[in-house]
T-cell receptor, first 109, second 112 residues
Framework: GQSLEQPSEVTAVEGAIVQINCTYQ??????LSWYQQHDGGAPTFLSYNALDGLEETGRFSSFLSRSDSYGYLLLQELQMKDSASYFC??????????FGTGTRLQVFP | DAGVIQSPRHEVTEMGQEVTLRCKPI?????LFWYRQTMMRGLELLIY????????DSGMPEDRFSAKMPNASFSTLKIQPSEPRDSAVYFC??????????FGPGTRLTVT
């Protein structure tokens, strides 16, 4: 079967940097994605890593180590609007996405 | 493009009633996914289609749930009969490939 682990909650202050970790156990791994979901909203895509290394998109970066079955999402220069839930998701096979339980990020002024 | 469209946005029904959720994927996307989200179980993949063909329905909870995709622009998820434990937010998502999924706004289902 597949399993993903990520912290349930993280808190930080505006302007800070926060890292959300994700470890996974799965077969047929193709890549690791990150999605953001605000309360009452739908998940929205943030990033996708298929290969080891760091991918940077603006204030957000995502890292993958396939050998360690580990990845993280790094959020820099935190803003209040970044308060949301963040989900890692593994791509299993060519087209199936399995989501983690989500990390609730609270940003304080 | 208007994005993934789901209807209704909210549904309140009584136990035992039939519920039909609808989804219009983004044009040109080959994949369509149905997810269910609850506090207890998180975001669960129920079923997905590729080119209108069901590929994996292993996440469908039981025979009360069924999904169809009669054409590339429409899919339904039906629950018959509905039960209180089916209360959740149901998301439809579409994707041109396996890399990135585009989610609809969701249908909040309450079964009393």
């Amino acid at each position: 079967g597949q399993s993903l682990e990520q912290p349930s909650e993280v808190t930080a202050v505006e302007g800070a940097i926060v890292q959300i970790n994700c470890t996974y156990q799965t077969s047929g791994f193709y890549g690791l994605s990150w999605y953001q979901q605000h309360d009452g909203g739908a998940p929205t895509f943030l990033s996708y890593n298929a290969l080891d290394g760091l991918e940077e998109t603006g204030r957000f970066s995502s890292f993958l180590s396939r050998s360690d079955s580990y990845g993280y999402l790094l959020l820099q220069e935190l803003q209040m609007k970044d308060s949301a839930s963040y989900f890692c998701a593994v791509r299993v096979g060519t087209d199936k996405l399995i989501f983690g339980t989500g990390t609730r990020l609270q940003v304080f002024p | 493009d208007a994005g993934v469209i789901q209807s209704p946005r909210h549904e309140v029904t009584e136990m035992g009633q039939e519920v039909t959720l609808r989804c219009k994927p983004i044009s040109g996307h080959d994949y369509l996914f149905w997810y269910r989200q609850t506090m207890m179980r998180g975001l669960e993949l129920l079923i997905y289609f590729n080119n209108n063909v069901p590929i994996d329905d292993s996440g469908m909870p039981e025979d009360r749930f069924s999904a169809k995709m009669p054409n590339a622009s429409f899919s339904t998820l039906k629950i018959q009969p509905s039960e209180p434990r089916d209360s959740a937010v149901y998301f439809c998502a579409s994707s041109p490939s396996g890399r990135r999924s585009y989610f609809g706004p969701g249908t909040r289902l309450t079964v009393t």
